[in-house]
């Protein structure tokens, strides 16, 4: 067998690693706390399409495998941490490809008192950082890449539009899609191969409400979501919020998704009291971001898949 | 037949589509965005030889078909149908010319190809890389040109016509790749 060795050479090894410390750096000199927090936990995430590997007999109970180190990071700055980041595992079921591993290693931080604007020019600040190279930034958002890449408004336009538009240009589609679904095919397919050009990352803001996650809507549009991704070299790199800090809300998100996973035959996820009570006493006024540290470390590497910066993909774990 | 679920999926996985036998030719997973995952493929349907790109819905099951490559002798054409034989089993298969194609070219007789079988039935052909072809028919050669310089269109006793050097003469044995249809070599 000779799969006991790892998939990244011991160069590739040397060179994350002094990523790493310079991503440490980068937020010690911004006072930015780092943290830990548990990679197991009660409770897993009731997003719609997200699968976390359940661990049995986990404390007298039933366990998950975070999918994110959110809830509990907010539960710290609820707490009065200040901000903060941290660098972790994350598992999702399923998730195996040339970009994906069921195990990832994700920079995720938090800035109290940042919209996401601001966060989005300190996201950047830190690619600048490690780039050999100076990059530049440009920001574009969801409605203007969609009309500037595929001459479509993507909140006016119509499903049946949407379906012809995306059965032209993607081939033979399941039946039954949503509007967003079309939309994140389109995007991945013909847009975002195109974001982030060489030396310019491209950062995507004014996401459609109903892709908010965990994000505020826009108090000037609600039609739109205070979240951004990050895209550099056609890969996507980031995803951040100006963070929802409404409790009632935050519940009334949850339900709708457990609904709906009622309704399509999912199980229906406990709901984290733990989070909505932090929230209740009051998460600060931030903005957060989540960051897939091995895509990241395989661009500035110039490498082309995850396997090259991983010792060991799922398939040799 | 079985079905499988995206998860499953590699190049070479056969699969029924409309009711039709395909191979995944290229299988990519892709979450976009904070939504549902899916699997976009890339599938040759087997019958008419189109590539279709597809995308399933992550985890969706898919009916999987018994398509098998097979090594067989090819052993006589009757006019309508190519016969082959399994040389363990002794078992004959008839392929027609839909499902022999341009393999009909490179057929000789006794020599081991590689037989696809949908539900037992044969649906491709492929001969070996390399094949011996007599030349029936061709301009006389130029004698003494060995330099490669030039081509001429010579057509072998199987009916092929390769793009030979000026110097074959007509009787000769030459080796041909049959992937591309080149001429290789005297033999």
């Known amino acids: 067998m000779s799969n006991w060795k790892p998939t990244a050479s011991i160069e590739t090894m040397k060179a994350r690693a002094k990523i790493l410390a310079r991503v440490r750096e980068f937020f010690s000199e911004r006072n930015i706390l780092e943290v830990e927090t548990p990679l197991l936990s009660r409770h897993s995430v009731t997003d719609r399409y997200m699968k976390s590997f359940e661990v049995k007999d986990f404390m007298r109970g039933e366990g998950f495998l975070q999918t994110s180190p959110e809830y509990a990071m907010k539960r710290l700055l609820a707490a009065g941490s200040g901000s903060i980041f941290q660098i972790c595992k994350a598992f999702r079921q399923d998730e195996v490809g040339a970009r994906h591993n069921p195990e990832f290693t994700m920079l995720e931080w938090y800035v109290e008192g940042f919209d996401h604007y601001q966060l989005m020019e300190q996201v950047f600040q830190l690619l600048n950082t490690l780039s050999h190279k100076p990059l530049k930034l440009s920001r574009l958002s969801y409605q203007d890449v969609f009309e500037q890449y595929l001459k479509i408004n993507p909140f006016k336009v119509t499903v049946p539009q949407l379906a012809e538009l995306s059965g032209d240009l993607l081939g033979d589609l399941p039946e039954d899609l949503e509007s967003d679904d079309y939309l994140a095919l389109l995007f991945e397919d013909q847009i975002e191969p195109k974001l982030g050009q060489a030396n310019e990352v491209c950062f995507i803001y004014g996401y459609p409400a109903s892709q908010a996650a965990l994000a505020k809507l826009d108090p000037e549009s609600p039609q739109t979501a205070c979240r951004f991704e990050v895209y550099w070299r056609g890969v996507e790199l980031a995803n951040g919020f100006s963070e929802l800090t409404c409790v009632a809300e935050q519940r009334r998100r949850f339900e709708m998704d457990n609904a709906w996973r009622k309704e399509n035959g999912l199980p229906q996820m406990s709901i984290d009291e733990h989070f909505l009570t932090a929230l209740e006493v009051g998460l600060p006024e931030c903005a957060g971001v989540a960051l897939g540290l091995d895509r990241l470390i395989m661009i500035l590497l110039e490498l082309s898949d995850l396997t090259e910066v991983a010792a060991f993909p799922a398939d040799r774990a | ?187």
């Open chain 2, 1 to 187: 037949m079985g079905t499988i679920t995206t998860n499953d999926l590699r190049n070479g996985t056969k699969l029924i589509l409309d009711g039709e036998p395909c191979t995944v030719v290229d299988n990519q997973f892709v979450r976009p965005g904070k939504g549902q995952a899916f699997s976009k493929t890339k599938v040759l349907y087997l019958l008419t030889g189109r590539t279709v790109e597809k995308t399933f819905k992550s985890g969706e099951s898919i009916e999987t078909a018994d398509v098998i490559d097979t090594d067989m002798d090819y052993i006589y054409n009757d006019g309508e149908f190519w016969y082959f034989m399994d040389p363990n089993t002794f078992e004959q298969v008839q392929a027609d010319a839909n499902a022999v194609g341009d393999a009909k070219n490179y057929l000789i007789e006794q020599d081991k190809c590689q037989v696809t079988l949908w539900n037992g039935s044969p649906i491709g052909v492929t001969p070996p890389n390399f094949v011996i072809l007599e030349v029936t028919d061709t301009d006389p050669g130029l004698r003494g040109d060995t330099s490669g310089g030039g081509s001429k269109p010579a057509t072998m006793h199987t009916g092929a016509v390769v793009k030979v050097p000026l110097f074959v003469n007509i009787g000769d044995k030459l080796k041909v790749d049959t992937r591309n249809g080149e001429y290789v070599s005297r033999a």
